[in-house]
């Protein structure tokens, strides 16, 4: 009986061997494919970020607002305002020294420490509102950005905006308020 269950015992051992290589195999592959899948979307954001470009075309204050014109100089519609960083480094009249951080608000008027789309134009003049894909900023078209900030930035100083895109692209403006 020794002999019959040592083969027994063999091939509950290979069996174990066998169920134990196929689970390694099947892992492997789920692995591999999902390594693949991260690729891909990898690949993906990497070409939406090689075609998107904009460009600020200035900044001003105008009514305690700074406004900054943006164009979209890449070759994608860019939208997800919410998802957009504005930056705004500036000093107030008591020569305080603000890196604001500031959040998007809906419709024209930002509050305080916000920035809003005042608009979305056809070209640089911004005397043309969009009227292809409304609220969205599709390539040669101008975003004039509205950014409100308190304490309000003193008269004589230098302001500077960045802003970036969900995708990391990124432009910046300095200008004498």
């Known amino acids: ?20 290589g196929l689970a390694m195999a099947q892992s492997s592959l789920t692995s591999m494919d999902y390594i693949a899948q991260c690729w891909k979307e990898t690949e993906s954001a990497a070409q939406e970020t090689s075609r998107t470009d904009i460009l600020a075309l200035g ?9 900054v014109p ?3 100089s890449g070759s994608i519609h ?4 919410p998802n957009w960083d504005v930056l705004v480094h500036y000093y107030d009249g008591n020569g305080d020294y603000y890196i604001v951080e500031t959040e998007y608000a ?3 008027t930002p509050g305080d420490n916000q920035w809003s789309v005042a608009g979305i134009y056809t070209d640089d003049t911004l005397g043309q509102n969009e009227v292809f894909e409304p609220g969205i ?15 309000t930035p003193y008269g004589g100083t230098v302001c500077w905006v ?3 895109t969900p995708s990391g692209v990124t432009t910046s403006v300095q200008f004498v308020v």
Do not use: K
């Not at 009986?1 to 134990?20: Q, R």
């Not at 900044?59 to 406004?67: H, K, L, N, Y």
């Not at 900023?137 to 004039?144: A, I, Q």
């Open 1 to 20: 009986m020794t002999a019959m269950s040592t083969v027994i015992t063999t091939l509950v051992m290979i069996a174990m061997l066998l169920t134990s």
């Open 162 to 164: 960045t802003v970036s």
């Open 78 to 81: 860019i939208a997800q305002f």
């Open 59 to 67: 900044a001003q204050t105008a009514g305690g607002f700074v406004e």
């Open 70 to 72: 943006i164009d979209n």
């Open 106 to 108: 809906e419709g024209t």
């Open 137 to 151: 900023l599709n390539p040669g078209e101008v975003m004039l950005l509205r950014v409100n900030l308190v304490p």
